[in-house]
């Protein structure tokens, strides 16, 4: 799973006898001393990976130290081992699909916040909602009982509207990503078009920022948009892949260089690079692999798969309550 990493390689650096204790790679010199015998077995690459988190200022930067095998021989030989650090994409789970389906009956399950609880036990890195003016999924409440439960981080996307920018800064996530809004929507159907940015966009984003929220722009992955929101004083962008997701084949491949080339700008003006919508599964690895995400946010497919992986065990379940009378 981390083949298409290692060309994302930052820089070379030396561990001292990184292994000598031995607690921390038990199953990689485990699978090592096998592979030994056995040639022809693969060896499990994840096995020698750790995860690290750098903090600075406040910040947390997740890498992962992977084991450069070209020197493998090296560490034979000196017990020193050359590593490279990877930077890691951190995951944002939206669940407002998890509200969408409480919202089919207007009862109280599924609970989102227990969704959420949930998705950081699996290793979420932030979770996502959107609370939307027509309330068609996430209610004032989840916004208010999420902002005292979620331990990794907030991430509040909202339009422009100054009745949810307030309930936005009354409750205070990390991170507030402005998005446009149509009621008569599925989902949130293009990035925010900032040449067009009305006086609503920049007091939102004032008021968000005055309570010390990062604020982050939907935008379409355009070069010129990316230069709009840097204008607008804003921490960050988040790139649409809708269109890439949508597309398949040559076209695709186009909207991936999309992507590329507005994310170089993204990360030449200073800003943080978020990408996100419509990656599934199957599409998100060459988005997660452009040099710089920062973070994507993903939700329609996490929680489809998470019905097809848990339905199983939930019949089990009421199977058993039916023939233990
Ligand atoms: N990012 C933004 C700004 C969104 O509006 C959405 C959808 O709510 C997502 C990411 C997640 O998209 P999807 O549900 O297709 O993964």
Known sequence: ?????????LSGVELQQPWRN???FPSGLAQLSRR???PRRRLAP??????????LRGESFPFLIWPNWANIKDYFNSRTLTVGLLPMVELGVNIDHVATVRQARKTVEPDPVAAAVLAELGGADSITVHLREDRRHILDRDIRVLAETIRSRFNFELCCSPEIVQ???GVRPDQATLVPEKREEITTEGGL???SAGKELRNAIAALSDQGIQVSLFIDPDQEQVRLAKELGVQAVE?????????????QIEQLERLKRASELVLELGLKLH?????TYQNVRPVASIPGMHELNIGHSIVSRSILVGIEKAVREMKYLLNTL
Do not use: N, P, V
């Open 275 to 279: 990408a996100g919508h419509g990656l």
């Open 22 to 24: 031995r607690q921390t």
């Open 46 to 55: 994840q096995a020698f990976a750790t995860e690290r988190c750098l903090h």
């Open 239 to 251: 790139l649409h892949t809708g269109q890439y997701a949508e597309t398949r084949g040559q076209e």
């Open 193 to 195: 078009d900032l040449r």
């Open 1 to 9: 799973m981390f083949g298409t990493r290692k060309s994302r390689d």
């Open 36 to 38: 030994l015998r056995h």
């Open 167 to 169: 309930i936005a800064c």
